[in-house]
């Protein structure tokens, strides 16, 4: 039986920034998430073992993280084969219902704070949340809504808010969430988010946003690369999570393929605000689908690249690669700007019929 991890709105840290000279003390989820992944690394449940990740800021105003990690390129499970973005669930093929429990460090309840006898939320289902033992970063975890019910890879609303109310749990500014859809990097067709520490900052954090529907939280990222952005604090999470739900379900019945990532931010249109890390961006891109088993050499693009964050597969891309070539790179993926225009303007549409 999995260890529960039983929260509510309260335990959110609503108090998070971007000055090192005022890091709080880290939340009982970050130390329930560090201590259970540590504990299964020294207990040897990894592929292979994480130790401190070679890092360089590439130079240029987009600020991108550039980190060393052979062993993941090398040692990963090779990624199923998808062929559809609405691909159905394949019982036959390696899903989280066959992992070593061992690698479960607990299952999340919400408390319903005194809303119900027993103080439990009558939740769609449970969200269990195990190490990935092919981990990209510190603390790197899949976030797996009820396994048993073998969902797709399709994002719900459970699944969002979940995403969301994990980043809000966690007193640390570098703990990430993130998802790929089918076609966009996603490795199994089981539904999970990604979740990891990373430490150091990211331009998607701050970077301004163009008001599109601004009382359900959604904007349009003003800088590269092209996508969307909604951003919540803690009182409006089930409201935002159903509007991003809205916007991902759209994708799937268009066959548009998409990442998302969610991180600590600061509101996309404060500039007074620049440092505050009080609410959490989510950031929505849609972009060109890839089946098959085509990858870059240097990295793919999927949560992680597009946010900004670039894990290298070997050491003489990371050593060379440019600014300039990581663009050139993460360009080829998105939609052209016709393209998104018009998904900008149907989205929105979307959003404020709600």
């Not at 990963?76 to 559809?84: A, F, G, T, V």
């Not at 003489?316 to 080829?332: A, F, G, M, P, S």
Request: aromatic share 10%; with cysteine.
């Amino acid at each position: 039986m999995p260890l529960p991890f039983v929260y509510s709105s309260q335990d959110f840290v609503t108090d998070v920034c971007r000055n090192r000279a005022n890091r709080l003390v880290p939340a009982k989820f970050d130390t329930t998430i560090q201590e259970g992944w540590t504990d299964r690394m020294d207990r040897g449940l990894f592929r292979y073992h994480l130790g401190d990740l070679q890092t360089r800021i590439l130079p240029g105003p987009n600020g991108f993280v550039a980190q060393l990690n052979i062993q993941r390129g090398i040692e990963r499970r090779k990624p199923q084969e998808i062929l559809s973005i609405q691909q159905e669930f394949n019982t036959k093929q390696f899903n989280f219902n066959k992992i070593n429990h061992e690698e479960i460090i607990f299952e999340m309840i919400k408390d319903n704070e005194g809303g119900s006898e027993s103080g439990q939320l009558h939740q769609p289902c449970k969200m269990v949340v195990l190490v990935n033992v092919s981990p990209l970063e510190f603390g790197h975890c899949l976030f797996v809504p009820d396994p048993s019910h073998c969902f797709p890879q399709v994002l719900t609303t459970f699944a969002i808010q979940v995403g969301i109310e994990s980043v809000l749990l966690s007193s640390d500014p570098g703990f990430r969430v993130g998802f790929n859809s089918l076609g966009a990097f996603a490795s199994v067709n089981h539904l999970h988010l990604h979740g990891y520490y990373m430490d150091h900052e990211l331009k998607i954090e701050s970077t301004p946003g163009k008001p599109l529907v601004p009382e359900m939280g959604f904007y349009r990222l003003l800088d590269f690369p092209g996508g969307f952005l909604f951003y919540t604090e803690s009182e409006q999470v089930e409201k935002v999570a159903r509007a991003i739900c809205l916007v991902t379900d759209f994708l799937v019945e268009g066959n548009i393929a998409h990442n998302l990532f969610l991180t600590r931010g600061c509101p996309p249109t404060s500039e007074k605000d620049h440092f505050s890390r009080k609410g959490v961006r989510i950031a929505v891109w849609p972009r060109m689908s890839c089946f098959g088993a085509k990858e870059e050499s240097a990295f793919n693009v999927a949560l992680c690249e597009l946010a900004g964050h670039l894990p290298f597969k070997n050491k003489k891309d990371y050593e060379l690669t440019t600014e300039r070539h990581v663009i050139e790179t993460i360009q080829k993926y998105l939609l052209s700007d016709e393209e998104f225009h018009t998904l900008e303007q149907e989205l929105t549409r979307l959003v404020m019929d709600v």
